[in-house]
Every structure is written in structure tokens, then in C-alpha cells.
């Protein structure tokens, strides 16, 4: 795997070193703040994210999930006006490094948003395209199939390959947008609210999903939704005004607060 | 005793209250302006087909239609009215335009759509509006005393002569550069966010994303100011008249003259021409085939908009 | 992880393929404005720059020996014409204007014209004047001996305000201008008012039937329709089938002796007033769906009848947008060549339009005439002409947008 732009030597060395981090946290963010202009969004955010496991960002609206999300693939950068301080260490490399490639970067991190949000292509397309233009080597027939069974798309769509991804209903097409990030083998997937939009079958069937897909992948998902947070995640993360205000076990978050502050949100106090 | 106050509104003097539709004969009449001045777009339009179709009818009864849609010579002097020349020529510019104007329109599209700076857009997009309304006569003159010339210097005096399609296709091209390339940039923006977003999270590049996502998902849009830039290169008049040369040619050659269908109609037009001639007659039967055309091109053009408009909204 | 091999490590190349890209298109909008520049540049190169001038007659020999003719007064330019103007011409400019009613700059330019006849033998560009000047000079000893080496601006205030000429050094644009101005004031009359009122019909009464959704659909089509088509329409209806009315015989009015025809200022602004129809009702449209229901409610909850909303809430305050949308489809009208040839535009007038009812040339008209001649002389003057139009066009859209502006502050503070 290579994150950075140019094989620099010292590049190669810190790759060697990457190979003992498999017994270590996935992605780690250090101290990490994030400005739009002058507004701090997120405030010195220090979290690990343990290996193939579900991690839960929970917290009122404007706490700043989506913004620490976006972070760890540096989609942020896509904004105009937003600045990063602070590390996110992923193998070992500070993605933010100036010698890194943001593009390398989120194909080995990947995302689902909010709306589900297929290319305008066909079904079979929208799989194929994020492996091509990676340099897959494997057969295209095969990954698409393997990536739709993955998110348990396959049976309902293997008919109609060839047509738009806009014919699909919206948890389909959900489903369609994390077969796409699967299929490109990614170590990492971030999910901002996967479910918000769709209705409750398409929500439990999603759910469902991330139970096998935790499998292979590392996942961290920002969800309004509590049960859900209780329901789909090993560890959860309770942020609030931008800063992460406790992360331990989610049976031991939502049972047990540590923060006050925590305690008063999953009772329903406020947000 | 009754209270000192005087009746104000009109209902307070009759002293009771009605909720009864009231005609108001000044509203019905403004009413009926106002439809009538709706109504002269129709008229317009009912104005063009009758007179453009008598005028025309009047010559296909001399001429038959089959003579007129396939004849490869246009001379009315000796009573010959076969469009295909002008046709040739009008297909001729209009190709060369489009040959200029869709790869630099897309091109300028793309690039302030995707690559631009906020600035960089904010200043060039007015810009390019403001040069898009410079009046088509001065394109003739640019063509004439610019680019032929130029043309000549390059190709040799002898093989290119003065008057050529060549150079008023590519200046019609620089016309309409501007039309295209502001329309594609609409398009292009059009597309939501969230699709670029998800391109990007794939690990694609900025011209992966542009090209292969933004591009496609914007084609209709695209795809309709071509066609409008066709229609409009179709009818435009002036660039041809001045450049293109005075006299029906058939021929493939862009670097003879040759002269188109607007071309004629001006030329024609703008001398001496005795109503109810064959001449004046033919003018407007090639005037139909042009209004035809471009209606045609600009149907297709609006119902693909109305569609791509439909997908994101 | 097991997937990774199955994918071929290629940034390098993509990152490449992705500048050289950037590059194309950075180009292709470089190109889009150079060409877009050279347009303009075009004009202002040969809109100024030398000329070579080579007198007829020679000045000298008018002129006692230590004065000039530009020095001369009244009475002795007089002599000057009595003495060397040929009997025939001297007739024809005598029945213009009598020579005792002349002022010394009319006999200036008598003199000058008539008698001392300077032709243009040579012209170079703007950029060759700057660029080349040395080149020029020699040139100019070598072929011209007796020519005399001027700067012209082909724009100057005699070409601004002299009438038509058939000779390119004393022509002016005023009859075009006059003829311009006189057209889009017709325009202006009959489309502003009528479209308006055709966006309120169909923005706020026009319910949603066949008959509405035709006339709108209509509109958009003929804003495609190519504006040669709308001069064989002024032709056929204005300029034949309402003769009487646009040659203004119906009316008594005589057209300065000429023999009546529909062929009139009337007919061309009028032919212009549908052609830019569709894009004022369409914009004005625009402006009108911009105003927020709540304006409309809030005035029919008073007890305002929908034509009283609409007279005194909506319009005036779309009527900004309205304006601007109307003037940039007034300063498309001013450019149009086309459809005014069709119509009929003269090719030269001898005189300048009085009203309505007069024979008609525009500028763009001028343009186009001055530009298919093959002489250098009239290049220059074309070039002229267009700078001349160019500020028409601008000046009016400054007009709108000084007017918007205003209008603008008033519903703010009014
Ligand atoms: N593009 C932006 N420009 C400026 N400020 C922004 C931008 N996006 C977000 N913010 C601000 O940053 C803060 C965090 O936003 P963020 O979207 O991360 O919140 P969130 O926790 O995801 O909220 P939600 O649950 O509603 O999605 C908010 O106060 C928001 O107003
Ligand atoms: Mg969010």
C-alpha cells in the first residue's frame, strides 16, 4: 500500500514500519482541531478506533460528528476555508503529512453518506468505476457480484445490472453506495448517519449489515439514533460543543456515564 | 341620537354589508388586455407559419417540392430552385462552428465549473455573458478583416479565396463559444455535491471525478446547448453574409465561397427584389426550411433541459 | 489485507493525466478569451492609427505665401471657392445652403473638400502605429513624397456628427445614429409596454390550461427562432401588408417627397418589437415569480382587489428586474443587422430620418455596408461605426443599471 506521493526513501521506511501496527488501533486521531474560518469546530479531538470493530460518534446536531468524520478521509479539504490541525494516524502515517495523497487516502478509507448518493450510471458502473479508476487487476464481474452480496444487494438487483442506479429505491441505493466503497477493499469505512434518510425496514437491513461487514472492515458511524447507537456498536463516542466529552464500551456508555453531561443526553435531556 | 361620524367606505353609506361577487368592469377590461397581450406571441407565431407558408406555396406551384428539396442548383435566373447548395453551405459553417465551440466551450465549462477559483469564476462568467451580446455584425467584420486574411497567410492566396466558409464557420464558432460554454458551466454545476463528494471518497482525482462522473451526469444539459448552439449557428445571418461569399456553390470545400441560407436571403433581401417575383418567393420558401429547422433543434433542446432538470429536483 | 494486491499501483500516471488535463482546459479558457479579446482589439486597432494624406490641389497654391489655410477668414476662403469651385458644384452646394448663410468652418470644409480633395493614399493599424513608426516613415518619403504623415482616430466628433456621405473621409454616423435611436425608441414602446403585460397575464392570472401552456411554450420557441425569420415577417406584414398604415399615408404624412413605402422607421422598430418580445416576456416573468407570495397576501388581506396587488405591490417592486431584463433585450435589438436589411434598410440616405415615417439606415445597417467595401478607408470607418455602437449599447446598459439602482434605494427608503 502506498499513501504517498512519491517513493521517497524515508517514505519506504516508514511503510516497513507500518506492518507491526496490525495488532494496533485502525485510525487514531491526535489532538485534532478543525476551523471553518474562525469557528472551531471541533476541538483537539483525540480518539482511537480499534480494528474491525463498529465505533458510534454520537451527539447533538452542530456538535461536530460529521466534521470529525470528514476529517479522517480529508474530505474536509473539499471545503472552501477549512483549516486542520493535529494528526490522524492511519497505518502508521499521518494522513495529514504534506507528503500524502489525499486521493490515496480516502481509496483505502472509504465513505457512505447521509443521502444515498448512486453516479448517474448504471448499477454494474457504479461498482466497477471506483475499481477501475483504482487499477483493479481482478475480474469486474466477480467484484461486482461479491461487493452486491456483501451488502446483501445481490439477489435483488442481479437481473438489472446494466440498468440506472436511480431505478433502485432509496435503501437500496443506500446499499448500492456501500457495496461501492467494499468494493474497492478499503481498511476503513465512515458511515455519516447511513440511515437517516431511509425507512425502518431499510434501516434493520443496513443494521444488519454492518454486523458482517465488521467482519472485514473497521467501521465508524455517526448516528443521531441512540438504539441504533446501542444496537449496531462495540464502542461508543459522546461528543458535544465539538469536543468528545467520554468514549468507552457502548454498554458501558449508555449504562454506566462517567460525564453528567453524558448522562443527560441519553436520558433525553437535551439535543 | 345618532353617532356623529361619517360614512367613509362606500359599504359604511349603504349601510350594509355584501360578500357578493362584484364585477368590476375596469378589472375585466385590463383582463383582456392583459390576455391580448399574451395572445401576440401567437399571432406572431400564426404570422410566420401563414406567411412563410403562402409565400412558399405560391412557389412550389412553379416549382415543384421535389425539384426545390433535391435540385443541386440554385439559380433563379433561369428559373433553377434547388436548395441543396445553400443547405451544403449552412451544414458546412455550422459544422466548422461547432468543430470550435464544443470542445473550447466544454473545455471552459469544465474549467470554471471545476477547476476555477471562486474569483476566477465570479470574473470570467460576466465576462463571457457581456461578449456573448457584441452584435453578429461585428463578428462579420472580424471575420473579414481578421481571420480570412489570416487564413490566406496561412493556406496561400491562391489556394483559398476571399470569401470562404472556412473562415465564417470559425468566427461563428467564437459566436457562440460563449453561449455554450455558460450553459454547459450551468449544467455542470447543476450536478449535486454529493455526487462530486462521492467521487472524491472513492479516490478518484479531480479530472476522474469531472470527467467521468460530472461530465456524464450533466451530458443532457450539455448535450441541449449544443443543440441550441447549432440552431443558433444555423440562423445566424450576418457572419456569412459578410464572409462566406455572395452566390449558391455546391461544394465541399471550405476554403471556397460559398453561400449559405440566411446568406442568401439577405443578399437577395437587400437589393432591389419585386414583390410577387419568384426570387422574392423563394426567399421565403427557404426561410420556411430555416424556421423549421431551427424550431426542430430548439424543441429537442428544451425537452432534453426539461428532463435533466427533472432528475434533481 | 488480502485485497490489496488486486490493485495496480498507478498515482503517478493518474496524477500526470490529470495535470496535463488542467492544462487543456486551462487553455482552451485562455484561447476562449484571446479570441474574445481579439474581437474587441480587432475594432481599437483599426479605429486609430496613420494615415497617409495626399492633396489633389496642392494648399499652397491657394494661400498667399505666409498664411495657412486653416488661418483664412470668412471672406477670403469665399474667394478662395468663387475663384477655383467648378460653376456645377458651386450651384449644387449654393442650393444646400446658401454660401453668404455659411460660417468660416462650413467654408473650411468646402474648401477643403471641393477644391483641396485630400484622399487617404495609405492607412496602417493602431499597432503598427505604435510598434512600427520608423518603418512607417520611411515608407510613407519613399512612396508618398508629397503625402503628409497624420495620425487619424477614425472616431472623432466630425464623424460623430456629420450625415451620410458617399466619400469615406467626410462621412459621419449621425443619420445612422439618428436612424438607431429613432428604431429602438419604437421598439422600445411597443414591446416594453406589451410585455410586460403578457408576464402578468401569464404569471399571475394565467390558470393552468391547454390554452396558457401553449401560449407559454410558444414564447419559448420563438425566442429560438433565428431573427432573419422575424425580417421576412416586418416584411411581409409590415412592410406590404400594412403599407398604408407604416408608410404613413393613412396619416397624411408625406415622406419629404419621396415616393411612400412601407419600408419606414416604423416598420423596423416595430419588426424589432417581436423579435425581442419573447426574451422581455420571459425575463419579466422571471422578475415577477422572484416577489414572494407573502407581498401578495399581505396586500390582499387589506382588502386589495388582485389587479390593485398587482399595480401597486408586485409591479413596482419587480420592476427593477424587470428594466434590466428589458434593456439587455433592447441593446440585443440595437445590434440587430439582419432582420432590418430584410425590412429594407436604404443603403444611402440623403437625408437624416425626421419621424416615424422616414426612410431608415441604422447603425449595424452602416456597419454591414461599410464593411463589404472592399477599400481600406471604409475598414477604418466600419471599425469606427462599431465603437460608436458599442458605446450606444453600453451606455444604455449603464442607463438600466444606474435606473435599477436608483429604483433600488426608493423601495428601501420609500
Ligand atoms: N461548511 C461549513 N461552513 C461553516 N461552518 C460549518 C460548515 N459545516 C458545518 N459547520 C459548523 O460546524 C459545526 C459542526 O457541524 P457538523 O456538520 O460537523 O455537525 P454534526 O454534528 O454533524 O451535526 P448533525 O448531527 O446535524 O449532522 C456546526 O456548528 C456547523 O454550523
Ligand atoms: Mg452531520
Not at chain 1, 471541533?42 to 478506533?49: C, E, H, M, N, Q
Not at chain 2, 399574451?38 to 425539384?67: C, P, Q
Amino acid at each position: 500500500m502506498r499513501l504517498f506521493k512519491k517513493s521517497a526513501p524515508e517514505a519506504n521506511r516508514l511503510e516497513a514500519t507500518i506492518g507491526s501496527g496490525d495488532s494496533g488501533q485502525a485510525l487514531e486521531a491526535k489532538s485534532l482541531s478543525i476551523f471553518y474560518g474562525e469557528f472551531e469546530a471541533v476541538k483537539r479531538l483525540s480518539i482511537g478506533f480499534e480494528r474491525k470493530k463498529v465505533t458510534a460518534l454520537i451527539g447533538p446536531s452542530g456538535c461536530g460528528k460529521s466534521t470529525a468524520l470528514r476529517a479522517f478521509n480529508r474530505m474536509n479539504e473539499l471545503i472552501r476555508g477549512v483549516r486542520t490541525e493535529g494528526e490522524v494516524s492511519f497505518r502508521g502515517v499521518n494522513v495529514y503529512d504534506p507528503d500524502v495523497d489525499a486521493v490515496q487516502v480516502r481509496r483505502w478509507i472509504g465513505m457512505v453518506f447521509q443521502k444515498p448518493n448512486p453516479f448517474s450510471k448504471s448499477i454494474y458502473e457504479n461498482i466497477a468505476w471506483g475499481a477501475r479508476i483504482n487499477g483493479y487487476q481482478g475480474g469486474f464481474d466477480e467484484l461486482v457480484e461479491n461487493s452486491l452480496k456483501q451488502v446483501a444487494l445481490w439477489d435483488e438487483v442481479k437481473d438489472k445490472l446494466k440498468e440506472s442506479a436511480y431505478a433502485l429505491s432509496g435503501g437500496q441505493q443506500q446499499r448500492l453506495c456501500i457495496a461501492r466503497a467494499v468494493a474497492l477493499k478499503p481498511e476503513i469505512l465512515l458511515m455519516d448517519e447511513p440511515t437517516s434518510a431511509l425507512d425502518p425496514i431499510s434501516t434493520a437491513k443496513i443494521e444488519s449489515l454492518l454486523d458482517d461487514l465488521k467482519k472485514r472492515y473497521t467501521i465508524i458511524i455517526v448516528t443521531h439514533n441512540m438504539q441504533q447507537a446501542g444496537r449496531v456498536s462495540d464502542k461508543t463516542g459522546f461528543m458535544l460543543l465539538g469536543e468528545l466529552v467520554e468514549y468507552s464500551d457502548t454498554k458501558e456508555l449508555f449504562f454506566n456515564p462517567k460525564d453528567p453531561r453524558t448522562e443527560n443526553y441519553i436520558s433525553g435531556r437535551f439535543g | 341620537m345618532k353617532p356623529v361620524q361619517t360614512a367613509r367606505y362606500p359599504e359604511e353609506a349603504r349601510g350594509a354589508l355584501s360578500f357578493g361577487k362584484r364585477f368590476r368592469p375596469h378589472e375585466a377590461v385590463i383582463l383582456a388586455l392583459l390576455f391580448f397581450c399574451a395572445a401576440v406571441s401567437i399571432l406572431t407565431t400564426l404570422g410566420i407559419i401563414v406567411v412563410l407558408g403562402a409565400e412558399s406555396s405560391a412557389l412550389f406551384k412553379e416549382v415543384s417540392l421535389w425539384e426545390f428539396v433535391s435540385g443541386t442548383s440554385w439559380q433563379p435566373t433561369i428559373g433553377e430552385f434547388g436548395i441543396l447548395p445553400l443547405v451544403n453551405a449552412t451544414l458546412m459553417t455550422s459544422l466548422a462552428a461547432m468543430l470550435v465551440a464544443l470542445p473550447l466551450g466544454l473545455g471552459v465549462a469544465i474549467y470554471l465549473a471545476e477547476y476555477a477559483s471562486e474569483r476566477v469564476r465570479e470574473t470570467l462568467k460576466p465576462i463571457l455573458e457581456v461578449l456573448a451580446g457584441v452584435p453578429t455584425v461585428v463578428h462579420g467584420y472580424f471575420a473579414l478583416t481578421v481571420v480570412t486574411p489570416a487564413l490566406r497567410g496561412l493556406f496561400g492566396q491562391e489556394s483559398i479565396e476571399v470569401y470562404n466558409t472556412l473562415s465564417a464557420g470559425l468566427v461563428m464558432g467564437i459566436l457562440i463559444l460563449p453561449l455554450i460554454s455558460s450553459m454547459c458551466e450551468d449544467a455542470l454545476s447543476a450536478v449535486p455535491r454529493s455526487l462530486r463528494e462521492a467521487a472524491y471518497a472513492m479516490g478518484a482525482t479531480k479530472l476522474e471525478t469531472s470527467v467521468t462522473i460530472i461530465v456524464p451526469a450533466a451530458f443532457s444539459g450539455i448535450a441541449a446547448a449544443f443543440i441550441l448552439g447549432l440552431s443558433r449557428a444555423v440562423g445566424e445571418t450576418m457572419i456569412v453574409a459578410l464572409a462566406a461569399g455572395a452566390g449558391p456553390n455546391l461544394t465541399l470545400n471550405p476554403l471556397k465561397a460559398a453561400e449559405t441560407m440566411t446568406g442568401h436571403i439577405v443578399r437577395i433581401s437587400g437589393g432591389d427584389i419585386s414583390y410577387d417575383s419568384m426570387d422574392y418567393r423563394s426567399l421565403f420558401a427557404i426561410a420556411l426550411v430555416l424556421f423549421l429547422a431551427t424550431l426542430a433543434l430548439n424543441m429537442v433542446s428544451r425537452s432534453i433541459v426539461k428532463k435533466y432538470r427533472e432528475v434533481y429536483e | 489485507m488480502s485485497g490489496r494486491e488486486d490493485f495496480a499501483v498507478n498515482l503517478a500516471s493518474r496524477h500526470a493525466r490529470g495535470d496535463r488535463w488542467r492544462l487543456m482546459f486551462m487553455l482552451s479558457t485562455l484561447l476562449a478569451i484571446v479570441f474574445l479579446g481579439a474581437l474587441i482589439l480587432t475594432i481599437v486597432d483599426d479605429a486609430f492609427g496613420y494615415v497617409v494624406m495626399v492633396d489633389e490641389v496642392d494648399q499652397r497654391s491657394l494661400v498667399p505665401d505666409d498664411e495657412r489655410l486653416e488661418s483664412l477668414d470668412a471672406e477670403a476662403l469665399r474667394a478662395v471657392i468663387d475663384e477655383r469651385l467648378s460653376p456645377r458644384r458651386y450651384r449644387a452646394i449654393e442650393r444646400e445652403r446658401p454660401f453668404d448663410e455659411r460660417t468660416a468652418a462650413d467654408l473650411y470644409d468646402i474648401v477643403l473638400y471641393e477644391i483641396v480633395k485630400p484622399r487617404v493614399a495609405e492607412t496602417y493599424t493602431l499597432f503598427e502605429s505604435l510598434f512600427a513608426r520608423r518603418s512607417i516613415v520611411e515608407e510613407t518619403t519613399l512612396a508618398h513624397p508629397d503625402g503628409e504623415l497624420v495620425f487619424r482616430s477614425w472616431v472623432n466628433m466630425r464623424f460623430l456628427s456629420t450625415s451620410q456621405t458617399a466619400r469615406p473621409l467626410t462621412t459621419g454616423v449621425l443619420t445612422a445614429v439618428k436612424g438607431s435611436i429613432l428604431t429602438i425608441s419604437i421598439t422600445i414602446l411597443f414591446s416594453f409596454p406589451v410585455g410586460i403585460a403578457a408576464a402578468i397575464w401569464l404569471e399571475e392570472y394565467a390558470g393552468d390550461n391547454r390554452l396558457n401552456r401553449f401560449i407559454q411554450v410558444n414564447i419559448y420557441n420563438l425566442a429560438g427562432v433565428p431573427s432573419i425569420i422575424y425580417g421576412m415577417l416586418g416584411l411581409a406584414i409590415f412592410v406590404r401588408g400594412l403599407e398604408r398604415f407604416t408608410s404613413g399615408s393613412a396619416f397624411g404624412a408625406s415622406t419629404s417627397g419621396e415616393v411612400a413605402n412601407g419600408r419606414t422607421i416604423l416598420s423596423a422598430g416595430l419588426t424589432l418589437a417581436i423579435l425581442i418580445l419573447p426574451v422581455i416576456i420571459i425575463n419579466a416573468q422571471e422578475a415577477i415569480r422572484a416577489i414572494p407570495g407573502s407581498l401578495r397576501q399581505s396586500s390582499l388581506a387589506v382588502g386589495a382587489t388582485k389587479w390593485q396587488t398587482i399595480w401597486h405591490q408586485v409591479l413596482p417592486a419587480s420592476f427593477d428586474r424587470i428594466l434590466t431584463g428589458a434593456v439587455l433585450a433592447v441593446s440585443r435589438a440595437i445590434g440587430e443587422t439582419a432582420p432590418l436589411v430584410v425590412v429594407g434598410a436604404s443603403t444611402f440616405l440623403t437625408q437624416d430620418p425626421t419621424g416615424v415615417f422616414s426612410k431608415f439606415t441604422t447603425l449595424p445597417i452602416q456597419i454591414y455596408q461599410w464593411t463589404s467595401r472592399p477599400q481600406a478607408e471604409f475598414r477604418h470607418i466600419s471599425a469606427a461605426a462599431i465603437v460608436v455602437l458599442l458605446a450606444l449599447m453600453l451606455s444604455l446598459n449603464a442607463f438600466a443599471i444606474f435606473t435599477r439602482n436608483r429604483l433600488r434605494r426608493q423601495k428601501r427608503f420609500g
